[in-house]
């Protein structure tokens, strides 16, 4: 049973997340014959400015 963790920056619209779902899911399906109802997508939103890229904070 496939599990997916994806970690985005907030600020996508539930379209956009669910369309990104739902083509993850197809993709695994597609690459490993697993069921769909077994392909698990799990998102991670993160707030703007608590990352950083070489060492800097992003906005």
């Given at each position: 049973m496939p599990f997916v963790h994806v970690e985005l920056v907030e600020g996508r619209s539930k379209e956009q997340l669910d369309g990104m779902m739902k083509d993850i899911t197809e993709a695994?399906?597609?690459?490993?014959?697993?069921?769909?109802?077994?392909?698990?997508?799990?998102?991670?939103?993160?707030?703007?400015?608590?990352?950083?890229?070489?060492?800097?904070?992003k906005e």
């Open positions: 695994v399906h597609k690459n490993t014959g697993a069921p769909k109802e077994h392909i698990h997508v799990i998102v991670n939103e993160m707030k703007k400015g608590t990352y950083a890229v070489d060492g800097a904070w």
